[in-house]
């Protein structure tokens, strides 16, 4: 758990207003790092690919999913 996550998930710390707004923004942020980072994986070549270990199948798998699929 991030440390952000650990203040927003600990109850006594915040007032609960702000820890709703909190996590929406963390997940805000979550979903726009899976965007970039599946945006970005549609890009990498065949041998970009191999450097990371991934196939390209499970490339092209992970990088149609939406932004909000864990």
């Known amino acids: 758990m991030s440390p952000v996550e650990t203040l927003v998930f600990r109850p006594a ?5 702000s820890r709703l707004v909190l996590a929406a ?21 065949r041998h970009l690919l191999r ?9 092209q ?3 149609s999913r939406r932004f909000w699929q864990d």
């Open 13 to 17: 710390s915040l007032p609960p207003l």
């Open 61 to 63: 798998a992970e990088a």
């Open 51 to 59: 450097d990371v270990g991934i196939d390209p199948l499970t490339a």
């Open 25 to 45: 923004a963390v997940r805000v942020v979550k979903w726009e790092s899976l965007r970039r980072t599946r945006n970005d994986l549609k890009r990498l070549d």
